[in-house]
């Protein structure tokens, strides 16, 4: 069994403030709980890996389903595939060794991975309802969306989420190891620029889109409620002159 002393790991430092190995115990879970996570997120990222691409490689290779909808999907599917690639695969090897075990430089790409494409994501699925939205409500002005118009805002989408997770690179919050020693994140706690940026981020990156999405969703289904409502009074009236 490792120690839960983070004394024991390699003291890898980029600068004075920034280092993954901590001075305080690390929790440790019992060995067969390493096990089970391993196998896990390694059965995880091949699931992603294979779900993502078999979209990605039909959206390619059909043009029935290359429509401007499919395109918000398969780009949602691009950052599934690299997470799947690029991330789980990382935290399933250091369950193994029941610690991170690729020094603070992946650390930091890790946790800069993992919380830029995990906004892009929501910002893609705020992109998903947006469309849905007016294809449904507005649908007079669906024709305005055209491909060139959602690769723009898929674009956006991707900018914004790499503008979020290259910020704790440059001064505002930190990328370190989570309490479990497994994967890396964001600093969570500490001084007043860990905390701004954690709000902030929770605010911009989760709340505001989530309430968006739920708006949104609800307004549609408002206007299929009442499409049916409709439609079935249409069909009462059709029956009864009949």
């Known amino acids: 069994m490792l120690s839960s002393l983070s004394s024991n790991c390699s003291p890898i430092t980029s600068d004075e403030n920034v ?22 997120l390694f059965l995880l990222s091949l699931f992603g890996i294979l ?5 990605i ?16 999907v398969v780009a949602l599917c691009f950052c599934g595939f690299l997470i ?18 690729f020094g ?9 991975l993992l919380t830029g494409l995990g906004i892009v ?20 002005a669906h024709h305005k969306v055209t491909k060139s118009v959602a690769m723009a805002i898929i674009v956006s989408c991707n900018i914004y989420g790499i503008i979020w997770g290259i910020l704790p690179l440059f ?11 497994l994967t890396c994140s964001v600093e969570w706690t500490g001084d007043i620029s860990n905390h701004s940026y954690a709000i902030t981020i929770l605010f911009t990156g989760l709340l505001i889109p989530v309430g968006a999405i739920a708006y949104l969703y609800s307004t549609i289904l408002q206007r299929v409620s009442w ?5 079935h009074q249409l069909w009462i009236c059709l029956t009864n002159d009949q």
């Open 227 to 231: 499409m049916a409502i409709y439609l």
């Open 84 to 101: 799947s690639t690029l991330g789980v695969p990382f935290a399933a090897a250091s369950c193994i060794r029941h610690e991170w075990i």
């Open 57 to 72: 490689y039909l959206y390619f290779s059909r043009k029935e389903i290359a429509t401007v909808s499919n395109l918000y």
């Open 19 to 40: 280092s993954i190995c901590e001075t305080e115990p690390t929790p440790e879970l019992p060995a067969a709980m390493y096990v089970a996570l391993a196998i896990y």
């Open 121 to 140: 994501m929501i910002a893609l699925l705020t992109g998903i309802a947006v469309d849905k939205y007016i294809y449904i409500v507005r649908y007079h």
């Open 51 to 55: 779900v993502n691409g078999a979209f």
């Open 104 to 112: 603070d430089g992946l650390c930091k790409l890790h946790g800069f």
């Open 171 to 181: 001064g505002w919050n930190k990328y370190t190891l989570e309490p479990a020693r």
